[in-house]
């Protein structure tokens, strides 16, 4: 007798704890599903702590090569990487 009223109570505060958890605890988020599979920037602003832009990463624009190019915020040439046509045609 004392098991059955034990696996009643169990049973009985088992639901009772998953109808009030319903309401007091928001539903758990999920990624959305039209969310694009893939992002094509055409360039990256870094910016600092106040929001001031320090550097745009870009492709370039000068040449014939599939390089990137990091600009200061004067738009000066910074950092560059990648391969020229010219450099290929070397080998």
Same mark, same amino acid.
């Given at each position: 007798?004392?098991?059955?009223?034990?696996?009643?109570?169990?049973?009985?505060?088992?639901?009772?704890?998953?109808?009030?958890?319903?309401?007091?605890?928001?539903?758990?988020?999920?990624?959305?599903?039209?969310?694009? *599979?893939?992002?094509?920037?055409?360039?990256? &602003? %870094?910016? !600092?702590?106040?929001?001031?832009? =320090?550097?745009?990463?870009?492709? #370039? *624009?000068?040449?014939?090569?599939?390089?990137? &190019? %990091?600009? !200061?915020?004067?738009?000066?040439? =910074?950092?560059?990487?990648?391969? #020229?046509?010219?450099?290929?045609?070397?080998?």
């Amino acid at each position: 007798m004392k098991q059955g009223l034990i696996l009643c109570l169990a049973l009985c505060a088992g639901l009772l704890t998953g109808i009030v958890s319903r309401y007091l605890y928001p539903p758990a988020a999920f990624a959305w599903s039209g969310a694009p *599979k893939e992002v094509k920037p055409r360039s990256f &602003v %870094l910016v !600092d702590e106040q929001n001031d832009i =320090v550097g745009v990463l870009q492709p #370039s *624009k000068l040449g014939s090569g599939e390089t990137v &190019v %990091l600009l !200061d915020r004067n738009g000066r040439e =910074v950092w560059r990487a990648g391969i #020229s046509h010219k450099v290929l045609a070397e080998r």
